[in-house]
């Protein structure tokens, strides 16, 4: 669409638009830039050197917007899933007993099997055969297992021996903060805030330096950024590749990435208008 068309589509003066993608990238950047560290802390669960992993998720995030941003044409931030990576470690590797490598090897086959998807019919097949209702389920339940793990991250909920999931100790700095930032945010969304997000990030950050619920690492790695970034890039192992457990693997993983995307790119075009 024409600049010029689309300004006069939304009710923006000539000097608005730019005014408003510097606010909406600063948001987006501020709202997305937890990934690096959390999706780090993930990939080190199953194995991964943690500085490799935060190295890993940098790049792929600025391949992925750049390309969307010069390729798609498309305002949509693309950073590695806060699901996909607790299926990596906590299904692939802890419980289906694959190691990090190995389950490298699986993404790899599960990426090209993807494009094809992607790149094909195919995906509009699939896509028209999943009734709408269910791929807003599939948003939802996306959403429910994220919000999970930022509970059990934050500390608010713990694992338990006989019931699975208890209770945090709300004693807890970092607790508290969690509790008063995700009671902010649900306000200011309800309210309608602009920058309500931006908002209670900030809040959240000043609040957890006050309460003393920001530590900083106390064996802070050294050396170069890519130190160790080496035995991470292309590092997959296929020496389990013709077994069944490391084929399961990819048709799980596979289903779970098509189905997410399917969802994911019905909520935001339903956003978007």
């Not at 949509?76 to 190995?102: C, Q």
């Not at 094909?120 to 999970?148: E, K, W």
């Not at 807890?172 to 309800?190: E, G, N, Q, R």
Request: glycine residues 10%.
């Amino acid at each position: 669409m024409n600049s010029k068309v689309w300004r006069n589509s939304v009710g923006l003066e000539p000097g608005d638009s730019w005014k408003r993608e510097l606010s909406a990238g600063i948001l987006s950047y501020f709202a997305s830039v937890y990934i690096v560290m959390v999706n780090a802390a993930i990939l080190h669960d199953a194995g991964m050197p943690l500085r490799a992993g935060m190295v890993a998720t940098l790049l792929t995030a600025v391949a992925g917007c750049l390309m969307m941003a010069f390729g798609g044409k498309t305002p949509i931030v693309v950073v590695p899933g806060m699901g996909i990576n607790a299926f990596f470690t906590y299904t692939l590797v802890h419980s289906m007993k694959l190691d990090w490598r190995e389950a490298l090897a699986v993404v790899v086959v599960t990426g090209v099997l993807f494009a094809i998807v992607a790149f094909t019919s195919l995906y509009r097949i699939l896509s028209d055969a999943i009734p709408h209702n269910l791929q807003h389920a599939i948003t939802v339940g996306i959403g429910l297992f994220l919000t999970f793990i930022g509970l059990q991250k934050s500390g608010i909920v713990i694992a338990h021996r006989t019931t699975f999931v208890a209770i945090g100790h709300f004693s807890d700095p970092a607790v508290i903060t969690s509790c008063v930032t995700l009671i902010l945010a649900l306000v200011l969304f309800v309210r309608g805030t602009r920058g309500g997000l931006l908002i209670s990030m900030l809040a959240g950050t000043g609040m957890a330096y006050l309460l003393g619920a920001a530590h900083a690492p106390e064996n802070a790695d050294s050396g170069h950024v890519f130190a160790g970034y080496s035995d991470v890039f292309a590092g997959m192992d296929w020496g389990r590749g013709i077994s069944l457990v490391f084929w399961i693997a990819v048709f799980l993983l596979l289903l779970i990435v098509v189905f997410e995307n399917i969802g994911l790119i019905s909520s935001q075009t339903l956003m978007a208008g």
